[in-house]
Every structure is written in C-alpha cells, then in structure tokens.
C-alpha cells in the first residue's frame, strides 16, 4: 500500500511559477513510476507527466506542458516534484499525483494504469 500527499498548490498569477511535491509513503518508492495529472472544473482528469522508476530518469510530457514544466523525483525523500512555469489561466486544476507499480518499461500516461492516487492539489492561475 502507497499512501500520497500532495502539497504547494495555490494561487499565482498568469506568467508566474509553483513547485508542487508529493510525498509518499512506504520503502519501495523508487520502484513506482510517478505521474502527475490534472482536472479542471467539468473536464475529465488529464496528463501531464510522469517519471519512470528504479533509478531511472526518464520523463515524458503532455503537449501542453512541454518546455514549462519539469517532472522530478528524489528517491531518498520519497517524494516527487513537479515544478510549473510560465503558468496560464488554462493551467488552472486540481492536480493529482499517482504510482503505478513497474512492471513494463513503457512509462504510463494513461489514469487507469495508475495503483494509487492522493487527494490533489489546488493550482489557480489569474489573468
């Protein structure tokens, strides 16, 4: 069982920056992949990154993120990052961070691939 705790959600203006992170329970953290989501008011729960496990670093990105945000992850901390700038008012979310258990090398962009979620961040951007 993995628990997740998301935390430095908040309000920021269009062009600003924000550092989210994820801390998770348990000792076989490097061995999850870690992927970051979010969902908007009335949109279904999207991508945005995710990192693969075991001491990698790979990294994949939504179209919509490329270039401004950047997937992180300290394996002696357990806890992911996800570091935000150049936000928009369309960046404007619940964001969630998740873990799926490695068990193939092809890095997981998909929600219902994903074993465990936390309870989400709010990140708001103004205009």
């Known amino acids: 069982q993995v628990q997740l705790v998301e935390s430095g959600g908040g309000l920021v203006q269009a062009g600003g920056s924000l550092r989210l992170s994820c801390a998770a329970s348990g000792r076989t953290f490097s061995r999850y992949h870690m992927g970051w989501f979010r969902q908007a008011p009335g949109k279904e729960r999207e991508f945005v990154a995710v990192?693969?496990?075991?001491?990698?670093?790979?990294?994949y990105y939504a179209d919509s993120v490329k270039g401004r945000f950047t997937i992180s992850r300290d394996n002696a901390k357990n806890t992911v990052y996800l570091q935000m700038n150049s936000l928009k008012p369309e960046d404007t979310a619940v964001y969630y961070c998740?873990?799926?258990?490695?068990?193939?090398?092809?890095?997981?962009?998909?929600?219902?691939?994903?074993?465990?979620w936390g309870q989400g961040t709010q990140v708001t951007v103004s205009s």
């Open positions: 990192i693969s496990c075991c001491g990698g670093s790979r990294t």
């Open positions: 998740s873990a799926k258990r490695s068990g193939s090398t092809l890095l997981p962009t998909n929600t219902n691939e994903y074993d465990y």
